[in-house]
T-cell receptor, first 117, second 116 residues
Framework: GAVVSQHPSWVICKSGTSVKIECRSL??????MFWYRQFPKQSLMLMAT?????????EQGVEKDKFLINHASLTLSTLTVTSAHPEDSSFYIC?????????????FGPGTRLLVL | AQKVTQVQTEISVVEKEDVTLDCVYE???????LFWYKQPPSGELVFLIR??????QNEISGRYSWNFQKSTSSFNFTITASQVVDSAVYFC?????????????FGQGTTLQVKP
């Protein structure tokens, strides 16, 4: 149990385009989803916390107009990188936690590698 | 403020050796959770264990064991008889507290290389 998927796993795009990444909890309902960014050989940096049906809470320094987050259902959250630039190239990982005994444990998706040319 | 420190950046061992990954945390909260995650080269974070602040019992799961000591604010992870497949980056993390937003505070990670 507690499986989280992410799509796509890899994306290469041109500078200026927008990229949407989906995060799904496959076998549980996730009231809260988290989006992280990870640069090579570094730790995970939390970008935002997403609660179903409400606006996401962004961490300091993360541009909410740049990284649009939608959590429309208990099993799906999306991250859209708008007008992507080469500096947005990174590994993006989502996680989900559940409102049951699984709460307080985040289960992570496999990540999405974004390369902006 | 909450903080997690993993002082070992990289560890290299030979297969079948035992290895301990250190984790020290800081928090003023009395209720919190500690985690270990494994990140293999594929990138996905694999959940290994969760410990709450009221449970100081050590845990063993196969070749993995965890030593939680509140007195020293440490939550160390030992792999017994290491294998090449254990090669990965291991993250210690902390969550919980009065705000209880569920946010994870990660350490910087320890890269473990197990050589055959």
């Amino acid at each position: 149990g507690a499986v989280v998927s992410q799509h796509p796993s890899w994306v290469i795009c041109k500078s200026g385009t927008s990229v949407k990444i989906e995060c799904r909890s496959l076998d549980f309902q996730a009231t809260t989803m988290f989006w992280y960014r990870q640069f090579p050989k570094q730790s995970l940096m939390l970008m935002a916390t997403s609660n179903e049906g409400s606006k996401a809470t962004y961490e300091q320094g993360v541009e909410k107009d740049k990284f649009l987050i939608n959590h429309a259902s208990l099993t799906l959250s999306t991250l859209t990188v708008t007008s992507a630039h080469p500096e947005d190239s990174s590994f993006y990982i989502c996680s989900a936690s559940a409102p049951t005994a699984l709460q307080e444990t985040q289960y992570f998706g496999p990540g999405t590698r974004l390369l902006v040319l | 403020a909450q903080k997690v420190t993993q002082v070992q950046t990289e560890i290299s061992v030979v297969e079948k050796e035992d290895v301990t990954l250190d984790c020290v945390y800081e928090t003023r909260d009395t209720t919190y959770y500690l985690f270990w995650y494994k990140q293999p080269p594929s990138g996905e974070l694999v959940f290994l264990i969760r410990r709450n602040s009221f449970d100081e019992q050590n845990e063993i799961s196969g070749r993995y064991s965890w030593n939680f000591q509140k007195s020293t604010s440490s939550f160390n992870f030992t792999i017994t008889a290491s294998q090449v497949v254990d090669s990965a980056v291991y993250f210690c993390a902390l969550s919980g507290g009065s705000s209880n937003t569920g946010k994870l505070i990660f350490g910087q990670g320890t890269t473990l290389q197990v050589k055959p």
